[in-house]
């Protein structure tokens, strides 16, 4: 069964010209694509790693995932339901089953709170249990996330190291035993020497508490270490998706392969063949309608640059490429 | 468990307190103001049982002479007026009447400011238009002709002259809190809270309203400071409330009497007052304006 599905998922920004730009000049109005057109979808218990460049649209689909932005077109299913304008009650419930990890640890906690309230914070809005109940749940979330309550509850976020607040932040999420856990980036903020830490700490929750997540990162070996699948995006656009081990060691999609091979290996000595890319990444305002990948590909041709290929969400643990000249790459 | 829990929330109250005495006395300024703003509202709980005598009592000396603009001496501390009346007892009082008004339609004034603000910088849109060109339009009324014109229709009454003080006073607030409002709402903390399933509601009060907490403090104080003055200047046209005595209407009298050039006394002690009341709020709200603004701190 899948929990969550994204249906042709599409947000576009407005960029609203200058006033003499629109009124004189008559320029319409710009888009920034940042998703286009998503399908995926997300299974019981199963963790999908979102990769690509910044500006991708790893973020934009985690927002709309947690209902804090609207899609501009296309749908986002909660266990067959949509979530698109869902109000009151039955918004409260897909709140509290579907929680967010933020990625600035530093941005994320009310200055203003101490940490027994940032964590219990989500279970009294909701009213979830009562205050008894509350002062238990939090006290054991706490320490699981390790962070002894008895030293830590009282205090504030700024008395807290970076690791710390995103522990609290994680507390925070799981304290309302979500079924699904959205995590945008939660390691980038950190310190190197404490990423590790932390990654262990989500990797044992998510055994413990079984809950699926969507976990965005950069970085392809952590995605290899924690995802089941991974998708991998360019410029809103989905290139490839498919089981995490599958799509790193044998990536099919010339955009998955140049990003494979740019991540460093620790040896000086190895010398690897530059990834066979030209160009920038382009901007995504107002991108032409084919794969945004092509204006950097080798293999493109007219057909690339007319249509994209969208995948399905048929078979989920289908290994699939968003590329209409996989024979060719595969040849050659 | 409760228990432990209201000892926490006293703990917090505790420690919040101590936290705004220490803003507060952290700079001499503020901390001479703060207790001469503890003065005066000592003296105004006290106010009838300081005064010597009524406010407009007349008065005699010693020998029985009848006290008519008596300068300061050990009897009359302040003097007296034309018609005999104690100054020292009209002062006292009129702390009271003062510090009343200020307080009310100086704090009344910053919660209909600081609501307006934050309701209009947090959901933005149509109802920040329209709540923000209401706020234009009392930036363009002129504080005197609108008093008079709720006098007229009214009569000379405390609460008329609260009532057009508050309505006049807010709208600073309104748009400073707005402003703030607009810059907090962008964190993301409060994406957080959304996600967490907050209400709109409760992300306003629980969640900016205390990042905003300083600013408010800050223009609570510039709003009791300036309701006060427009207090004792209303008062001072004759658009007080003739039935309580004031500073501002101190001072109306005396310009009634005719006397100003004979009886220093007279005007100095109101506007000595008032002066120092207005100038020791302005303290204060300059420490919490170093808290709400850390660029003025001293490096």
């Not at chain 1, 522990?167 to 979500?178: D, F, N, Q």
């Not at chain 2, 409760?202 to 403090?217: D, M």
Request: aromatic fraction near 8%; charge should be neutral.
């Amino acid at each position: 069964m899948e929990i969550l599905e994204l249906d042709h998922l599409s947000r576009h920004f407005e960029i609203q010209p200058g006033f003499i730009d629109r009124v004189i000049r008559r320029h319409p109005m710009s888009y920034i694509k940042a998703v286009e057109s998503l399908n995926v979808s997300i299974g019981n218990n199963e963790i999908l790693g979102i990769a690509g460049e910044s500006g991708c649209g790893k973020s934009t689909t985690c927002t709309m995932v947690s209902g804090l932005l609207e899609p501009t077109s296309g749908d986002i299913r909660y266990k067959g339901k949509s979530i698109i304008g869902l109000k009151g009650e039955e918004l409260r419930q897909y709140r509290r089953s579907v929680q967010m990890i933020f990625q600035d640890p530093y941005e994320s906690l009310n200055p203003r709170f101490r940490a027994a309230d940032i964590v219990a914070e989500g279970p009294r809005a909701l009213d979830l249990w009562d205050a008894d109940e509350i002062d238990h749940r939090v006290i054991e979330i706490l320490n699981a996330v390790g962070l002894p309550a008895h030293k830590y509850t009282e205090r504030f976020p700024h008395e807290l190291s970076g690791g710390e607040r995103q522990r609290v932040g994680i507390a925070s999420a799981l304290v309302m035993e979500p079924e699904m856990i959205i995590a945008d980036e939660p390691l980038s903020m950190l310190d190197v020497s404490i990423r590790a830490g932390i990654l262990d700490l989500i990797k044992e929750l998510q055994e413990e508490r079984q809950f699926s997540s969507i976990y965005v990162s950069h970085d392809l070996s952590i995605l290899g270490n924690v995802a089941d699948r991974v998708l991998i995006m360019y410029l809103g656009q989905a290139m490839e998706i498919g089981p995490a081990k599958d799509v790193i060691l044998n990536p099919r999609h010339p955009y998955t392969r140049a990003l494979v091979g740019a991540v460093p290996i620790p040896d000086p000595r190895s010398r690897r063949a530059i990834p066979n890319i030209r160009g920038d990444i382009s901007k995504p305002i107002d991108p032409p309608p084919g794969c945004r990948f092509a204006p950097r590909c080798p293999h493109a041709d007219s057909s690339c640059q007319a249509n994209f290929v969208e995948l399905s969400t048929e078979d989920p643990n289908a290994h699939q490429a968003a590329c209409h000249k996989l024979d060719i790459i595969a040849d050659g | 468990m409760s228990a432990n829990r209201l000892s926490r929330q006293l703990k917090n109250l505790r420690s919040g307190l101590a936290e705004h005495y220490r803003i507060i006395t952290s700079n001499r300024l503020s901390a001479f103001g703060f207790w001469i703003i503890i003065l005066f509202v000592v003296v105004a709980i006290f106010a009838p049982w300081i005064a010597p005598h009524e406010p407009w009592e007349m008065v005699y000396d010693r020998d029985g002479n009848f006290a008519s603009l008596r300068p300061p001496s050990w009897q009359f501390p302040v003097g007296t007026t034309h018609l005999g009346y104690d100054l020292f007892s009209q002062l006292v009082l009129a702390t009271r009447t003062t510090l009343l008004i200020g307080a009310t339609s100086g704090l009344i004034s910053i919660i209909i400011g600081a609501n307006i603000g934050l309701v209009a910088g947090y959901y933005g849109g149509k109802i920040d238009e329209v709540l923000m060109r209401l706020t234009d339009i009392l930036y363009g009324m002129p504080f005197l002709p609108f008093i008079i014109i709720l006098i007229s229709l009214f009569g000379r009454k405390l609460e008329f002259v609260i009532l057009a003080i508050i309505l006049i006073i807010w709208r600073t607030s309104a748009r400073v809190i707005r402003a703030q409002t607009i810059a907090i709402k962008q964190r993301q903390f409060i994406a957080m809270a959304k996600a967490r399933g907050c209400s709109d509601f409760r992300i306003i009060y629980r969640h900016i309203l205390p990042n905003v907490l300083p600013l408010l403090l800050l223009y609570a104080a510039f709003n009791i400071a300036w309701s006060i003055i427009t207090e004792a200047s209303a008062s001072f046209l004759g658009f007080g409330d003739g039935e309580t005595i004031s500073w501002g209407g101190m001072l109306y009298e005396l310009w009634l009497s005719g006397k100003t050039r004979v009886a220093w006394w007279w005007f100095a002690t109101p506007s000595i007052c008032i002066v120092l009341l207005v100038t020791s709020l302005v303290f204060v709200s300059r420490a919490y304006e170093e808290v709400a603004n850390p660029r003025l701190r001293k490096r």
